[in-house]
């Protein structure tokens, strides 16, 4: 016994459309991993520029726009009351 051909299409349709979107899950998730690790090496980068900067200038606060800086007073860093 067979079930129909129109049942069998829809059947394997189903799977195909299935098997598509799980390749395509697949591929975002590699790309998405590949972001993460750019992440960690942007944030790596970042963290040696503001040591640089430090050593440089000490503790600043710098303003992206203008580049200009102020500097952070010791207390700034001391959250606690």
Request: aromatic fraction near 4%.
């Amino acid at each position: 016994m067979k079930i129909t051909e129109e049942q069998l299409k829809k059947v394997n349709d189903q799977q195909a459309l299935l098997s598509d979107i799980l390749n395509r899950i697949g591929l975002i998730e590699t790309e998405k991993h590949s972001l993460l690790h750019k992440v960690a090496e942007v944030n790596q980068e970042i963290e040696d520029t503001k040591s640089e900067l430090e050593k440089q200038y000490g503790k600043v606060s710098v303003d992206l726009k203008t580049g200009e800086y102020t500097e952070i007073k010791e207390d700034e860093f001391n959250t606690e009351d």
